[in-house]
Nanobody
Framework: QVHLVESGGGLVQAGDSLRLSCVVPGVTFNRYTVAWLRQAPGKERDFVAAYKSRTYYSDSVKGRFTISRDNSGNTAYVRMNSLKPEDTAVYLC???????????????????WGQGTQVTVSS
């Protein structure tokens, strides 16, 4: 099994930026697709971004968020610019070694999850 650890969340003002990190130890990281998803109180868990052989984004964050990865360090990142109050959520990292492109935006494609890191954006 894979154990993920997210970090980098915090309290910021609208318009500020954050970078979240996800460490995926003990695996050959370049064999895995990595994704970021988020869940706000009272809402469904939503896809944010993923990195397989290229990057994928939800419409709500495209142009503001950038996902990247450091395979030698077994770490994935998401840089979040121009944060809005509606970005407030728990952000979770997830990985899969078997995800297909048609399911890359589906949370069901990811069996291994981190515990999440809280991002709060004040107005």
């Amino acid at each position: 099994q894979v154990h993920l650890v997210e970090s980098g969340g915090g309290l910021v003002q609208a318009g500020d930026s954050l970078r979240l990190s996800c460490v995926v130890p003990g695996v050959t990281f370049n064999r895995y697709t990595v994704a970021w998803l988020r869940q706000a109180p009272g809402k469904e868990r939503d896809f944010v971004a993923a990195y397989k052989s290229r990057t994928y984004y939800s419409d709500s964050v495209k142009g503001r968020f950038t996902i990247s990865r450091d395979n030698s360090g077994n770490t994935a990142y998401v840089r979040m610019n121009s944060l809005k109050p509606e970005d407030t959520a728990v952000y979770l990292c997830a990985v899969s070694s078997t995800v297909i492109l048609s399911a890359i935006r589906s949370q069901a494609a990811y069996a291994c999850w981190g515990q999440g890191t809280q991002v709060t954006v004040s107005s």
